[in-house]
T-cell receptor, first 118, second 112 residues
Framework: DQQVKQNSPSLSVQEGRISILNCDYTNSMFDYFLWYKKYPAEGPTFLISISSIKDKNEDGRFTVFLNKSAKHLSLHIVPSQPGDSAVYFCAASPPPMYSGGGADGLTFGKGTHLIIQP | DAGVTQSPTHLIKTRGQHVTLRCSPISGHKSVSWYQQVLGQGPQFIFQYYEKEERGRGNFPDRFSARQFPNYSSELNVNALLLGDSALYLC???????????FGSGTRLTVV
């Protein structure tokens, strides 16, 4: 049973427009959410995160919105640039069980392949 | 500064063999986690270590094991390899737990 779902395998957006990537989760224990970007032959790179006590977090062109009641988060990229073409993963974490870290690791979605068209 | 380094980058093994994958975390990071990414899926959590102790284990069989050394580097071992173990194995380090992960580029394992 997938606890983190990214229902769009791919998304094509014109350069300069807004890209919106969506993510849904089912586990109410998740309290911290992250977005990663991945290029082929590289590991995932951290983009932005949000704690469950917030509903919005911004970092430059990237904004993450969290709707806890709907168990939904989204990543907005404005304006989209050609270098943004990559696979984007949504990930979620429960609260840590230990001072040194959680017991369950991150739960990832399957990813959305974002293609920025020139 | 060196990032998370993993070795080897690629390897090919035969069914039934054993494999050891290695990871060196970012200097100062005490937590190392391992993930398996099968083609078309997101990374799946295997293990998390902190200060040389196992702090978490995902839903993987006992053929998978890991350890963390005093210098915080880590090894992932997989015994009795199956074709389904073919995947990208990612190591991530952080100062603490699930926050602030930095991933390595991974080891691409192919089992034939």
């Amino acid at each position: 049973d997938q606890q983190v779902k990214q229902n769009s395998p791919s998304l094509s957006v014109q350069e300069g427009r807004i890209s919106i990537l969506n993510c849904d989760y089912t586990n109410s224990m998740f309290d911290y959410f992250l977005w990663y970007k991945k290029y082929p032959a590289e590991g995932p790179t951290f983009l932005i995160s949000i704690s469950s006590i917030k509903d919005k977090n911004e970092d430059g062109r990237f904004t993450v919105f969290l709707n806890k009641s709907a168990k939904h988060l989204s990543l907005h990229i404005v304006p989209s640039q050609p270098g943004d073409s990559a696979v984007y993963f949504c990930a979620a974490s429960p609260p840590p069980m230990y001072s040194g870290g959680g017991a369950d690791g991150l739960t990832f979605g399957k990813g959305t392949h974002l293609i920025i068209q020139p | 500064d060196a990032g998370v380094t993993q070795s080897p980058t690629h390897l090919i093994k035969t069914r039934g063999q054993h494999v050891t994958l290695r990871c060196s975390p970012i200097s100062g990071h005490k937590s190392v986690s391992w993930y398996q990414q099968v083609l078309g899926q997101g990374p799946q959590f295997i293990f998390q270590y902190y200060e040389k102790e196992e702090r978490g284990r995902g839903n993987f069989p006992d053929r998978f094991s890991a350890r963390q050394f005093p210098n915080y580097s880590s090894e992932l071992n997989v015994n009795a390899l199956l074709l389904g173990d073919s995947a990208l194995y990612l190591c991530a380090s952080s100062f603490q737990g699930n926050y602030g992960y930095t991933f390595g580029s991974g080891t691409r394992l192919t089992v034939v």
